[in-house]
């Protein structure tokens, strides 16, 4: 079994959000780079099948979508463990731009792992469109995944609670939270080696955008919270119920 | 042209989500000088599908076939495009919850239709087609901007409201004409929480986080919770500890809320926690650092000892409940 892990490249989650002065475009200058938190454990995920006893898993290969310097955060997935990087050359307009870009390195894999949105631009899309573009079977909110032969098992969380089920392969797992415990760290070792794993870079398909954003705003500024003392923990249910009018 | 809007139901039953859905696409309907029809799949009585036109939409389509119980994003995908080119939707509206997000993307492929997911209110400008959409978990709103004929919004949680506007309602039966290959998942087992009020479905959510000191102080948040009719929530360290369930996890990483009146009960607010929870309407903190930043976020606020207000909270709740 060949996996295939897509790897978002994002700003670090405790990033302070700022925009140029036009607000037109985020302003990266002093943002640190990280691999999206879903596609990091489900990069996790995805080496802890291939190093479980009698594995079937052959190789786990890392895609993005981005230009030169969003090759550490590649790097970072090789030094945690996947065996091949590829990146397609391209800055990352919409879900459909960047879906349709990996639609070519996805060939010859029997699981991809996408995760559930980025953190960024929270498009969730581009692997569900990926699948489609592929004809491929997608499962969305999976939350745990189970390697069999020619099959996965695979829970997912639905409104209300969680369902267990098979899927044949080739598939496409979106994954959430819960699919692996914690993300792996990259140790010192795995650094060393990440530095002569493959990485391939490829060039991008001409693919129309079709969304975009005019500009961005942050949110308006909250009133100042009112306080209450501890010995006035009652006054403040009345005011949620009288003021607020939220109870 | 309309605006087709895609209502999911959980064992046969619509949920406020979508609801939500059908007000917002009836809305968008009038604004774009457009039809709404809403669209359901799956086995789902007549008698729940005329709920829709409390929320003025007066053309359902509905395919009964059982085979969608299975919620199979590519079948149904497939299913609600064959709606699209029936009715001629130029919009398709889907709330934003496990079953909209899942098909929305594949969808859109489909309609080859641009994607706006997690779209708040109503567009700003029809021409070009400009929608607000929550971007950095709710720490930015983005104008997005779709320049395809057809269009796909996912609707974010609570962000517009259920509009009640009652009409009468025309069903008509479909049938989107799938075979057995559609639907490729098998589901084994469903574990269904019962008797617990869903957090994405929550009016008013209770979390706890570190500040509660361990999971045998829960008592005092479930109790509250129950007088309210509230969820119960938890930040990230909570949920990593084992206190509480990932489930109940709600910040960055775990789930977006956006509830009318959230309390954050010792929970000192990190960026990814504020931005799990900065949609809802009302924020309440306690917390005994007074330089937290939950009170940045918060609407109404206590600096001290969560284990002496939360009685007295219980204590008023239930005084108010009475």
């Not at chain 1, 190093?51 to 550490?72: F, I, L």
């Not at chain 2, 997000?101 to 994607?115: E, F, H, N, S, Y």
């Amino acid at each position: 079994m060949k996996i295939l892990v897509l790897i978002g490249n994002v700003p670090d989650t405790t990033t302070k959000i700022k925009f140029n002065a036009d607000k037109t475009a985020f302003d990266a200058a002093g943002v640190q780079w990280i691999i999206n938190p879903w596609d990091e454990l489900a990069l996790t995920r995805a080496m802890e099948l291939k190093e479980a006893p009698g594995s079937k898993v052959e190789s786990v290969t890392v895609a993005n979508v981005g230009r030169q310097e969003t090759e550490a955060t590649l790097r970072k997935a090789l030094a945690i463990g996947a065996d091949k990087a590829i990146r397609v050359d391209a800055d990352a307009r919409d879900a459909f731009y960047v879906a349709s870009q990996l639609a070519k390195v996805c060939q010859g894999f029997d699981l991809i792992f996408a995760g559930v949105e980025a953190s960024d631009y929270n498009g969730a899309a581009v692997g569900g469109m990926l699948a489609e573009l592929l004809g491929m079977q997608s499962v969305s909110a999976v939350s745990g995944l189970q390697a069999e032969e020619g099959f996965v098992r695979i829970t997912r969380e639905i409104e209300g609670g969680s369902q267990t089920l098979t899927a044949a392969t080739p598939l496409m797992a979106i994954v959430q939270k819960g699919i692996a415990k914690e993300p792996r760290i990259p140790a010192m070792r795995g650094i060393m080696m990440a530095r002569s794993k493959p990485l391939e870079v490829l060039s991008p398909v001409d693919t129309e955008t079709r969304v975009s954003f005019a500009s961005f705003d942050l949110p308006p500024a909250k009133a100042a919270c009112k306080k209450f003392s501890e010995e006035q923990a009652k006054e403040l249910i009345h005011a949620l119920r009288d003021e607020a009018k939220v109870l | 042209m309309s605006v087709l809007i895609y209502i999911d139901n959980t064992d046969g039953k619509f949920k406020k989500a979508g609801f939500e859905a059908v007000s917002y696409g009836v809305a968008l309907a009038a604004q774009a000088g457009s039809e709404a029809v809403a669209v359901s799949l799956g086995n789902v009585a007549e008698a729940e599908l005329l709920k829709l036109g409390n929320y003025g939409v007066s053309k359902v389509l509905s395919s009964t076939d059982e085979r969608f119980a299975s919620m199979d994003n590519q079948a149904a995908a497939k299913a609600l495009a064959f709606a699209a080119a029936k009715v001629g939707a130029e919009i398709v509206v889907l709330a934003h919850n496990n079953l909209g997000k899942a098909i929305a993307p594949r969808l859109a492929v489909k309609l080859q239709a641009g994607l706006v997911s997690n779209a708040t209110g109503l567009p700003l400008n029809l021409s070009p087609f400009t929608v607000n959409k929550n971007v950095f978990t709710g720490k930015a709103i983005g104008h997005a901007v779709v320049h395809t004929a057809v269009k796909v919004l996912t609707l974010s949680y609570n962000s517009y409201g259920v509009v009640e506007k009652p009409v009468s309602v025309n069903i008509e039966a479909f049938d989107a004409g799938l075979g057995d290959a559609d639907f490729g998942l098998k589901v084994e087992q469903t574990q269904k929480v019962t008797g617990k009020i869903l957090l994405s479905e929550a009016e008013i959510v209770v979390a706890g986080g570190r500040g509660m000191k361990g999971p045998e102080n829960w008592g005092g948040i479930e109790e509250l919770a129950e007088i309210l009719g509230a969820g119960t929530a938890c930040s990230r360290p909570v949920s990593d500890e084992g206190w509480r369930s990932h489930g109940e996890h709600v910040g960055q990483t775990g789930k977006i809320i956006a509830p009318n009146l959230y309390f954050a009960l010792g929970i000192s607010g990190a960026i990814q926690h504020l931005g799990g929870v900065s949609g809802s309407k009302v924020i309440v903190a306690v917390n005994k650092d007074p330089d937290a930043p939950i009170f940045e976020a918060a609407d109404y606020g206590i600096v001290g000892d969560v284990m002496k207000v939360l009685p007295q909270f219980i204590e008023a709740a239930k005084e108010l409940k009475a």
